[in-house]
Each structure stands twice: as structure tokens, then as C-alpha cells.
């Protein structure tokens, strides 16, 4: 016989007769904590959202304006005395904090004063440079910096970073005198950065000249020393062009060449120069730079030792320039600057063959380097010589020679 089903318990039935459910376990240091957190848990919230917003109106309310003006301060102190007078100076429009490792400066200038009265300073000027430490290294001794910089007419984008030298790794090899810890290596992306408003080019050929620029520059100094430097440099100068026709070209140290420091000529159309240069050593080679223009053909070669200082390093150039017809029927002031070339004797005895003027430039960076004659009226090129410096360099890196007939 089947059993019947308990029947369901009628609301009339006394239910203290069922079973009692077993209490749960509790974990008393459970419950200590739970105590402990309500009795300590509002006064460590209060005190860290207290020292929270302390901070970030501390950040936000920072003098940043005595921040800029110490960083003016502390560069005109830090400017060694110049024999020759010159010196620059440096103004700051405004300088933020941007999040907590970064900075941003707006309208930013650095000028450069001649200490001959008869030169107008000239001067750099940015409109926003943003700067920011990578956190990971904001206590380290190399900190690595990002930055994006947006002046003359378009944008500099780079990164400077560090890492332990290999001479550092070995506990052998005795650290060299100056050298430091860090390999530093610089990444730099140029983009339609204008030569127009470029002071220090001007100053330096002492004519005004114009173009963009664009490309790249990676070096990796070994122990930050530009005389340990591998890297590449690749760059573009479009619509590149040379002398407006109205500013004369003022600079003495051609004067032994053009015979006047004073030349005024019509603009000279180059066009697009591309430039490579690979570094290897602490030796910059020129691979390329070179362009063929509507009014003007030119040529650089050679390569560049670098030195510490940077002030000793060693030039071993080789340039070639020719003007070209449509150059030559620009008006009287053409005429008479090849007159002038051809006259002139160490021109005269780096003139080619094939119409190119052909010139060494050897010498000190930092100081007046030799112009000579690298060419004949028989076309060809004089060889630089394996020691033109009367030293040997150094690593066993060879001289460059001059540029030789195409």
C-alpha cells in the first residue's frame, strides 16, 4: 500500500513544532573589522578627501607667474659673459600647469642681441610650448621629457629620453671623465617649420633666406656626449630660396672671397634641397644635400667631427654652387657678382671645368673656419688630404675629401 502524502499544515496548526533553522556562523574577526571600520572609516574619509582637495587647490593656486619669472632669472644668471658682448634674453607670456607632471608656456621669445650696435637683434619665438616629465621618472637624476612645440609657422614634435650607459652596466670599465651615467637619446619631427622667421640662419649666412622645413632627427648621444653620437637626420627645405633682393648680404668672414662684405642680390629660386646626414661615432656624414634649382645648383659634402665642447668640433666640408642662365639675366646686380666671382682669386681658382665653383670649408666650429679653392679651371677637385687639421683624429675615423666631378 502506497503511504499517503503529509498533508500540507493548516493555518490552524502549531508550527513551534517544526524543526528550529541553525543559526549562522559568524567569523568574529570578521566582525571586530566591521566594528572597527564604522568607528575609524569616516574620520580616514574626511582626512583623505581633505588632503585630496588640499592638494588640488594647492595646484590650482600655485604662483605659477614667480615660476616664470625664477626660470627668466635663473637663464640670464646662467648666461656666461660674451668677449664680444652679445647675449640673449629670454621672455616667458605665460606658463600653466597642465596635469601633474606637465607644463605649458605661451608666447615665448628668445632674443638674441648683437654686441655690434650696427646689428638688429633677432629673435625665436614660440607660441606654445608644451613640456611633460614621463611619471615613471619624475625622481630619477635623467628624466625623460615629451614636448610639442608650435612656432614659427609650424609644430616641432619630440621626445627626449635616457637609458644606463653601457660604460655604466660595466663595473670595469672606469667612467670617464665628464661622462654620464645615461645614454640620451633626442627624437624630433619637424612640420612645415618656416626658414622666413629663422634668426639664427639668417644671422649666419647674413642674408635673409625662406623655405619650410619637414622630416626627422634621431640621435642618441652614448653617455650624453656628442662626441659618442649615432643617429640620422632627414630633412626637407621646400621652396627654399636665398636673399630678398632689398637686405645685403653682411658677413665679414667672406669678405677674403666676395671682396665686400656688403652684396645685394636679386632672390636666388633653389626649390626643394633634400638633406641626409648619418651619424655614426660622433662623425656626421653628408649623404645628401644637394639641389638643382631655377636659378642656382649647389652641392654640400663632408662630414662634421663632433667635439666636447661642442665649440671644438671640426668642419671638413666640401661645397659647389653654379648659377644658372635664368639667374644670369636677372639685371645688372647678377652680372656684376659674376664678374665679381671671377675675379676673385680663390674662386677663380675653384672654378671647374663645368662652371661650378668648387671651396673647402675646414676648421673649428666655434671659430673662423678656412675657406679655400678644392677645384681647377681644368675641372678637377682638389683632394682635402688625409690630415688637413695637422692631427690625427680620433677612433680612426677618416677625413672626408672633397667633392669630386660628377
Not at 645628401?288 to 631655377?294: D, L, P, Q, R, S
Amino acid at each position: 500500500m502506497n503511504a499517503e502524502p503529509n498533508p500540507s499544515p493548516s493555518l490552524g496548526d502549531d508550527l513551534s513544532a517544526t524543526p528550529d533553522v541553525a543559526d549562522k556562523v559568524t567569523d568574529p574577526r570578521l566582525e571586530r573589522a566591521k566594528e572597527l571600520a564604522r568607528t575609524i572609516g569616516p574620520w580616514v574619509g574626511y582626512t583623505t578627501w581633505f588632503l585630496f582637495a588640499l592638494l588640488l587647490f594647492a595646484y590650482w593656486t600655485f604662483p605659477w607667474d614667480r615660476v616664470r619669472d625664477r626660470v627668466v632669472a635663473d637663464f640670464t644668471r646662467s648666461q656666461p659673459p660674451s668677449p664680444t658682448g652679445a647675449r640673449q634674453i629670454l621672455s616667458i607670456g605665460k606658463l600653466e600647469p597642465s596635469w601633474l607632471t606637465g607644463i605649458v608656456l605661451t608666447d615665448v621669445s628668445l632674443t638674441t642681441v648683437s654686441g655690434d650696435p650696427t646689428k638688429s637683434p633677432t629673435s625665436l619665438r614660440a607660441d606654445e610650448i608644451r613640456a611633460r616629465v614621463a611619471f615613471g621618472t619624475v625622481f630619477s637624476a635623467a628624466k625623460d621629457v615629451s614636448f610639442s612645440i608650435h612656432a614659427l609657422g609650424g609644430s616641432i614634435d619630440g621626445a627626449l629620453t635616457h637609458k644606463a650607459a653601457a660604460a655604466a652596466k660595466d663595473a670595469k670599465a672606469p667612467p670617464a671623465k665628464g661622462a654620464s651615467p645615461f645614454d640620451s637619446t633626442l627624437h624630433l619631427e619637424l612640420d612645415n617649420v618656416s626658414l622666413d622667421d629663422f634668426g639664427p640662419i639668417r644671422d649666419a649666412i647674413g642674408v635673409p633666406v625662406g623655405g619650410t622645413i619637414k622630416g626627422s632627427i634621431d640621435l642618441t648621444l652614448g653617455e650624453s656626449r656628442a662626441d659618442k653620437a649615432d643617429g640620422n637626420i632627414d630633412l626637407t627645405i621646400d621652396g627654399f630660396w636665398v636673399s630678398n633682393g632689398v637686405v645685403p648680404f653682411k658677413v665679414p668672414a667672406l669678405k677674403a672671397v666676395f671682396g665686400s662684405e656688403d652684396i645685394t642680390l636679386p632672390k636666388i629660386d633653389i626649390g626643394s634641397m633634400p638633406i641626409e646626414i648619418a651619424v655614426k661615432d660622433g662623425v656626421a656624414r653628408i649623404t645628401k644635400w644637394a639641389a638643382t634649382g631655377k636659378d642656382l645648383d649647389v652641392n654640400l659634402d663632408g662630414q662634421i667631427m663632433f667635439r666636447e665642447p661642442s665649440s671644438l668640433s671640426e668642419l671638413q666640408l666640401g661645397l659647389r654652387f653654379k648659377f644658372n642662365d635664368s639667374y644670369k639675366k636677372k639685371g645688372d646686380a647678377t652680372a656684376g657678382l659674376l664678374l665679381l666671382l671671377d675675379s676673385e682669386p680663390k674662386l677663380k681658382a675653384g672654378k671647374r671645368a663645368d662652371g661650378f665653383y668648387a671651396l673647402r670649408v675646414v676648421g673649428p666650429l666655434g671659430g673662423a673656419p678656412q675657406i679655400m679653392p678644392a677645384g681647377g679651371a681644368g675641372g678637377t677637385v682638389a683632394p682635402m688630404g688625409p690630415n688637413p687639421f695637422g692631427r690625427t683624429p680620433t677612433r680612426g675615423v677618416p677625413h672626408a675629401g672633397a667633392p669630386t666631378q660628377e
